[in-house]
Protein backbone atom coordinates (compact mmCIF):
# COMPACT_ATOMS: atom_id res chain seq x y z
CA UNK A 1 0.00 0.00 0.00
CA UNK A 2 2.89 2.47 0.89
CA UNK A 3 4.31 1.50 -2.58
CA UNK A 4 1.26 2.71 -4.43
CA UNK A 5 0.74 5.92 -2.43
CA UNK A 6 4.49 6.72 -3.67
CA UNK A 7 3.82 6.02 -7.08
CA UNK A 8 0.49 8.25 -7.06
CA UNK A 9 2.47 11.11 -5.99
CA UNK A 10 4.92 10.39 -8.64
CA UNK A 11 2.61 10.41 -11.17
CA UNK A 12 0.75 13.43 -9.80
CA UNK A 13 4.15 15.89 -9.72
CA UNK A 14 4.86 14.80 -13.06
CA UNK A 15 1.60 16.08 -14.79
CA UNK A 16 1.54 18.95 -12.44
CA UNK A 17 5.11 19.93 -14.50
CA UNK A 18 3.47 18.62 -17.48
CA UNK A 19 0.50 21.91 -17.29
CA UNK A 20 3.72 24.59 -16.75
CA UNK A 21 3.28 27.35 -19.47
CA UNK A 22 5.92 27.87 -22.09
CA UNK A 23 7.72 31.47 -21.33
CA UNK A 24 5.46 33.99 -23.10
CA UNK A 25 6.93 36.68 -25.48
CA UNK A 26 7.07 39.64 -23.79
CA UNK A 27 5.05 42.86 -25.44
CA UNK A 28 6.54 44.87 -28.00
CA UNK A 29 6.41 48.79 -26.74
CA UNK A 30 4.06 50.99 -28.38
CA UNK A 31 6.22 54.07 -28.50
CA UNK A 32 5.65 57.88 -29.93
CA UNK A 33 8.32 59.49 -31.97
CA UNK A 34 8.96 63.03 -33.55
CA UNK A 35 11.78 64.64 -35.53
CA UNK A 36 14.19 66.89 -33.33
CA UNK A 37 13.94 70.77 -34.26
CA UNK A 38 15.40 73.50 -32.88
CA UNK A 39 13.36 75.83 -31.15
CA UNK A 40 14.63 79.37 -29.20
CA UNK A 41 15.78 79.06 -25.87
CA UNK A 42 16.10 82.54 -23.44
CA UNK A 43 19.29 82.91 -20.91
CA UNK A 44 17.65 84.35 -18.11
CA UNK A 45 18.98 85.64 -15.04
CA UNK A 46 16.34 85.41 -12.16
CA UNK A 47 17.11 86.62 -8.64
CA UNK A 48 15.46 88.20 -5.95
CA UNK A 49 15.82 92.28 -4.34
CA UNK A 50 14.79 94.89 -1.95
CA UNK A 51 13.32 98.14 -3.32
CA UNK A 52 15.33 101.53 -1.79
CA UNK A 53 13.75 104.86 -1.86
CA UNK A 54 15.89 107.09 -4.65
CA UNK A 55 16.60 109.48 -2.30
CA UNK A 56 15.60 109.74 1.65
CA UNK A 57 17.20 111.16 4.77
CA UNK A 58 16.14 111.39 8.51
CA UNK A 59 16.00 114.79 10.27
CA UNK A 60 17.05 115.24 13.42
CA UNK A 61 17.01 117.74 16.10
CA UNK A 62 20.13 119.79 16.36
CA UNK A 63 19.85 120.71 19.57
CA UNK A 64 18.19 119.93 22.90
CA UNK A 65 15.38 122.41 22.45
CA UNK A 66 11.22 122.67 22.70
CA UNK A 67 9.34 122.08 19.75
CA UNK A 68 7.14 125.18 19.04
CA UNK A 69 5.58 123.79 14.93
CA UNK A 70 5.19 120.96 13.07
CA UNK A 71 4.14 121.62 9.62
CA UNK A 72 3.76 118.07 7.96
CA UNK A 73 0.92 115.59 8.11
CA UNK A 74 1.73 111.71 8.38
CA UNK A 75 2.71 110.71 5.12
CA UNK A 76 1.91 113.61 3.04
CA UNK A 77 3.78 115.42 0.32
CA UNK A 78 6.82 118.07 1.18
CA UNK A 79 8.44 120.15 -1.30
CA UNK A 80 11.75 121.28 -1.47
CA UNK A 81 13.16 123.78 1.24
CA UNK A 82 9.35 122.97 2.79
CA UNK A 83 9.61 123.81 6.71
CA UNK A 84 9.18 120.66 8.95
CA UNK A 85 9.14 121.68 12.03
CA UNK A 86 10.26 124.80 14.24
CA UNK A 87 12.18 125.34 17.05
CA UNK A 88 12.28 128.08 20.07
CA UNK A 89 14.17 130.79 18.48
CA UNK A 90 13.46 133.62 20.97
CA UNK A 91 17.48 133.85 22.92
CA UNK A 92 18.68 133.42 19.23
CA UNK A 93 16.58 135.74 18.18
CA UNK A 94 17.58 138.17 20.71
CA UNK A 95 21.53 137.52 20.00
CA UNK A 96 21.22 138.35 16.38
CA UNK A 97 19.71 141.82 16.99
CA UNK A 98 22.33 142.62 19.69
CA UNK A 99 24.88 141.66 17.29
CA UNK A 100 23.56 143.60 15.20
CA UNK A 101 23.32 146.82 16.28
CA UNK A 102 26.77 146.06 17.06
CA UNK A 103 27.52 145.63 13.51
CA UNK A 104 25.68 148.87 12.43
CA UNK A 105 27.54 150.64 15.34
CA UNK A 106 30.73 149.45 14.05
CA UNK A 107 30.00 150.24 10.83
CA UNK A 108 29.03 153.77 11.35
CA UNK A 109 32.44 154.18 13.46
CA UNK A 110 34.71 152.70 10.55
CA UNK A 111 32.95 155.17 8.27
CA UNK A 112 33.91 158.19 10.59
CA UNK A 113 37.37 157.02 11.01
CA UNK A 114 37.35 156.60 6.90
CA UNK A 115 36.55 159.94 6.73
CA UNK A 116 39.13 161.29 9.28
CA UNK A 117 41.67 159.43 7.54
CA UNK A 118 40.90 161.26 3.99
CA UNK A 119 41.48 164.17 5.58
CA UNK A 120 44.53 163.32 7.25
CA UNK A 121 43.29 163.29 11.21
CA UNK A 122 43.31 159.96 11.73
CA UNK A 123 45.82 157.42 11.37
CA UNK A 124 45.74 153.91 9.39
CA UNK A 125 46.47 151.93 12.22
CA UNK A 126 43.09 153.60 14.27
CA UNK A 127 41.60 152.58 10.51
CA UNK A 128 42.70 149.22 10.78
CA UNK A 129 41.57 148.57 14.04
CA UNK A 130 38.12 149.64 13.65
CA UNK A 131 37.81 147.42 10.15
CA UNK A 132 38.54 144.29 12.20
CA UNK A 133 35.83 145.52 15.02
CA UNK A 134 33.61 146.11 12.15
CA UNK A 135 34.29 142.25 10.89
CA UNK A 136 34.15 140.89 14.31
CA UNK A 137 30.33 142.40 14.69
CA UNK A 138 29.37 141.49 11.28
CA UNK A 139 30.07 137.35 12.42
CA UNK A 140 28.50 137.56 15.30
CA UNK A 141 25.75 138.63 13.49
CA UNK A 142 25.94 135.94 11.06
CA UNK A 143 26.34 133.33 13.76
CA UNK A 144 23.50 134.43 15.34
CA UNK A 145 21.49 133.78 12.10
CA UNK A 146 23.09 130.42 11.55
CA UNK A 147 21.98 129.33 14.97
CA UNK A 148 18.17 130.75 14.40
CA UNK A 149 18.44 128.49 10.94
CA UNK A 150 19.17 125.38 12.70
CA UNK A 151 16.32 125.52 14.65
CA UNK A 152 13.91 125.48 11.54
CA UNK A 153 14.26 122.42 10.12
CA UNK A 154 13.38 122.04 6.31
CA UNK A 155 12.93 119.15 3.29
CA UNK A 156 16.46 118.70 1.62
CA UNK A 157 14.09 117.88 -1.52
CA UNK A 158 10.70 116.85 -2.44
CA UNK A 159 9.47 113.81 -0.89
CA UNK A 160 6.68 111.99 1.52
CA UNK A 161 7.03 112.31 5.26
CA UNK A 162 6.89 109.46 7.70
CA UNK A 163 4.24 108.88 10.18
CA UNK A 164 4.75 111.67 12.94
CA UNK A 165 6.28 110.75 16.41
CA UNK A 166 6.83 113.88 18.01
CA UNK A 167 3.89 116.86 18.98
CA UNK A 168 4.66 120.59 19.49
CA UNK A 169 5.50 121.48 23.02
CA UNK A 170 7.68 118.78 22.94
CA UNK A 171 11.45 118.78 24.63
CA UNK A 172 13.82 117.09 22.09
CA UNK A 173 17.77 115.76 22.92
CA UNK A 174 19.81 116.89 19.99
CA UNK A 175 19.81 113.99 17.43
CA UNK A 176 15.99 113.09 18.19
CA UNK A 177 14.14 112.27 14.84
CA UNK A 178 11.55 114.62 13.70
CA UNK A 179 10.52 113.05 10.55
CA UNK A 180 12.03 110.66 7.56
CA UNK A 181 11.31 112.34 4.29
CA UNK A 182 11.52 109.68 1.18
CA UNK A 183 11.51 110.83 -2.69
CA UNK A 184 9.77 107.51 -3.73
CA UNK A 185 9.09 108.16 -7.27
CA UNK A 186 11.56 106.48 -8.94
CA UNK A 187 12.29 103.89 -6.78
CA UNK A 188 15.49 101.93 -6.76
CA UNK A 189 15.97 97.99 -6.50
CA UNK A 190 18.99 96.60 -5.09
CA UNK A 191 19.93 92.91 -5.51
CA UNK A 192 22.98 90.34 -6.16
CA UNK A 193 24.28 88.12 -9.36
CA UNK A 194 26.35 85.29 -9.34
CA UNK A 195 29.15 86.56 -10.69
CA UNK A 196 29.33 83.50 -13.61
CA UNK A 197 26.25 85.65 -14.73
CA UNK A 198 27.78 88.63 -14.60
CA UNK A 199 28.78 88.10 -18.46
CA UNK A 200 24.82 88.35 -19.08
CA UNK A 201 24.21 92.05 -17.66
CA UNK A 202 24.51 95.42 -18.86
CA UNK A 203 24.00 98.89 -17.55
CA UNK A 204 20.75 100.20 -19.86
CA UNK A 205 19.80 96.49 -19.74
CA UNK A 206 15.45 96.27 -19.27
CA UNK A 207 14.56 94.22 -16.26
CA UNK A 208 10.96 93.00 -14.92
CA UNK A 209 10.03 92.71 -11.04
CA UNK A 210 7.39 91.21 -9.09
CA UNK A 211 6.18 91.88 -6.08
CA UNK A 212 3.75 89.95 -3.51
CA UNK A 213 2.01 92.91 -2.85
CA UNK A 214 1.16 93.14 -6.55
CA UNK A 215 1.48 89.73 -8.14
CA UNK A 216 -0.96 90.16 -11.29
CA UNK A 217 1.56 93.72 -11.84
CA UNK A 218 4.87 93.63 -13.56
CA UNK A 219 6.77 96.45 -12.43
CA UNK A 220 9.78 97.22 -15.57
CA UNK A 221 12.85 98.88 -15.52
CA UNK A 222 16.33 99.06 -16.16
CA UNK A 223 19.76 98.48 -14.94
CA UNK A 224 21.73 101.83 -13.73
CA UNK A 225 24.31 100.66 -11.98
CA UNK A 226 26.39 97.55 -11.72
CA UNK A 227 28.78 97.59 -8.74
CA UNK A 228 32.75 97.62 -9.93
CA UNK A 229 33.84 95.34 -6.97
CA UNK A 230 32.45 91.67 -5.92
CA UNK A 231 31.77 90.08 -2.82
CA UNK A 232 35.16 87.73 -2.12
CA UNK A 233 32.65 86.03 0.43
CA UNK A 234 29.85 85.31 -1.63
CA UNK A 235 31.03 85.15 -4.78
CA UNK A 236 28.01 88.20 -6.10
CA UNK A 237 27.90 91.45 -7.39
CA UNK A 238 25.45 93.98 -6.56
CA UNK A 239 23.05 95.49 -9.11
CA UNK A 240 21.18 98.42 -8.87
CA UNK A 241 18.26 99.10 -11.14
CA UNK A 242 15.72 101.84 -11.56
CA UNK A 243 11.58 101.37 -11.62
CA UNK A 244 9.18 103.94 -12.14
CA UNK A 245 6.72 104.21 -9.72
CA UNK A 246 4.62 107.18 -10.23
CA UNK A 247 1.84 106.05 -7.79
CA UNK A 248 4.15 104.78 -5.00
CA UNK A 249 2.94 101.06 -5.48
CA UNK A 250 6.14 100.06 -4.30
CA UNK A 251 7.77 100.87 -0.68
CA UNK A 252 11.00 100.98 0.34
CA UNK A 253 11.76 97.81 1.85
CA UNK A 254 9.43 95.33 -0.39
CA UNK A 255 11.05 92.14 -1.57
CA UNK A 256 10.86 91.42 -5.35
CA UNK A 257 11.61 88.63 -7.53
CA UNK A 258 13.60 90.17 -10.66
CA UNK A 259 13.94 88.91 -14.35
CA UNK A 260 16.18 89.58 -16.98
CA UNK A 261 16.02 88.63 -20.42
CA UNK A 262 19.81 88.31 -21.31
CA UNK A 263 19.88 86.73 -24.88
CA UNK A 264 18.05 84.56 -26.81
CA UNK A 265 19.28 81.14 -29.54
CA UNK A 266 18.54 78.56 -31.52
CA UNK A 267 18.99 74.87 -30.59
CA UNK A 268 18.35 71.54 -30.54
CA UNK A 269 15.28 71.22 -28.28
CA UNK A 270 13.67 66.96 -26.52
CA UNK A 271 10.66 67.53 -24.23
CA UNK A 272 11.55 66.71 -20.68
CA UNK A 273 10.40 63.15 -20.56
CA UNK A 274 11.96 62.35 -23.41
CA UNK A 275 15.41 62.57 -21.89
CA UNK A 276 16.23 60.26 -19.29
CA UNK A 277 19.12 60.61 -16.94
CA UNK A 278 21.60 57.46 -15.95
CA UNK A 279 24.11 58.71 -12.92
CA UNK A 280 25.74 62.13 -14.55
CA UNK A 281 24.93 61.18 -17.91
CA UNK A 282 21.28 61.98 -20.02
CA UNK A 283 20.01 59.73 -22.97
CA UNK A 284 17.74 59.61 -25.82
CA UNK A 285 16.22 56.72 -28.30
CA UNK A 286 17.20 57.32 -31.24
CA UNK A 287 15.19 56.14 -33.82
CA UNK A 288 16.75 53.17 -36.65
CA UNK A 289 13.70 51.40 -38.34
CA UNK A 290 11.63 49.25 -36.03
CA UNK A 291 14.26 49.54 -32.94
CA UNK A 292 15.79 51.77 -31.07
CA UNK A 293 19.43 53.20 -30.49
CA UNK A 294 20.24 54.47 -26.89
CA UNK A 295 22.22 57.77 -27.57
CA UNK A 296 24.45 59.67 -24.73
CA UNK A 297 23.23 63.60 -25.23
CA UNK A 298 24.60 66.86 -24.01
CA UNK A 299 22.10 69.03 -21.97
CA UNK A 300 21.87 72.77 -21.88
CA UNK A 301 18.74 74.57 -19.82
CA UNK A 302 15.33 73.24 -19.37
CA UNK A 303 12.32 76.07 -20.64
CA UNK A 304 8.55 75.67 -21.38
CA UNK A 305 8.46 72.20 -20.88
CA UNK A 306 11.80 71.50 -23.10
CA UNK A 307 15.62 70.75 -22.89
CA UNK A 308 17.61 72.14 -24.87
CA UNK A 309 20.12 69.28 -26.72
CA UNK A 310 23.86 70.59 -26.94
CA UNK A 311 25.27 67.36 -28.24
CA UNK A 312 24.38 63.71 -29.45
CA UNK A 313 21.78 64.52 -32.23
CA UNK A 314 20.91 66.15 -35.25
CA UNK A 315 17.89 67.98 -36.41
CA UNK A 316 15.91 65.78 -37.96
CA UNK A 317 16.31 62.97 -36.76
CA UNK A 318 13.50 60.67 -35.74
CA UNK A 319 13.71 60.40 -31.27
CA UNK A 320 11.08 58.47 -28.68
CA UNK A 321 9.28 61.39 -27.06
CA UNK A 322 6.72 58.84 -24.93
CA UNK A 323 7.48 55.67 -24.09
CA UNK A 324 10.78 56.24 -23.03
CA UNK A 325 10.81 54.16 -19.46
CA UNK A 326 9.70 50.92 -21.48
CA UNK A 327 12.90 50.70 -23.77
CA UNK A 328 15.58 49.54 -23.61
CA UNK A 329 19.44 49.87 -26.15
CA UNK A 330 18.05 48.08 -29.14
CA UNK A 331 14.81 46.69 -28.51
CA UNK A 332 12.18 46.52 -31.16
CA UNK A 333 8.88 49.28 -30.82
CA UNK A 334 5.83 49.62 -32.24
CA UNK A 335 4.86 53.16 -33.58
CA UNK A 336 0.81 54.54 -33.06
CA UNK A 337 -0.99 53.39 -36.45
CA UNK A 338 1.44 50.19 -37.11
CA UNK A 339 -0.96 48.10 -38.98
CA UNK A 340 0.82 44.78 -38.15
CA UNK A 341 2.84 44.89 -35.16
CA UNK A 342 6.49 44.44 -35.79
CA UNK A 343 8.32 40.65 -34.46
CA UNK A 344 7.95 40.65 -30.46
CA UNK A 345 11.05 40.85 -28.12
CA UNK A 346 11.52 37.49 -26.97
CA UNK A 347 11.92 36.83 -23.12
CA UNK A 348 15.12 35.15 -22.33
Known amino acids: MRCFNSLLLTALCLAGCSDEKAPRARSVALVEVAPIRATTFTDAVEAVGT ?8 LSAPVTERITSINFTDGGYV ?15 AELAAAQAQALQAKQQLDRIQSLKTRGFATAASLDQQLALSNAARANADQARASIA ?12 SLRTISTGAIVTAGTAIATVSDIAPIKLDFTIPETQLSLIREGQAISAR ?5 D ?5 TIATIDPVIDPSTRAVR ?22 TA ?3 QSLALPELAVVGDGDDRYAYLLEGRKVKR ?7 RQNGLVEITSGLKAGQQVVTEGVVKLSDGVTVRLAGDKTPPPSNKAG
Open 51 to 58: AVANEQVV
Open 79 to 93: KKGQVIATMAIATEQ
Open 150 to 161: DRVIRAPFAGWA
Open 211 to 215: SAAWP
Open 217 to 221: RPFNG
Open 239 to 260: VRAILPNADRALKPGMLLTVSI
Open 263 to 265: RQR
Open 295 to 301: VKVGTGI
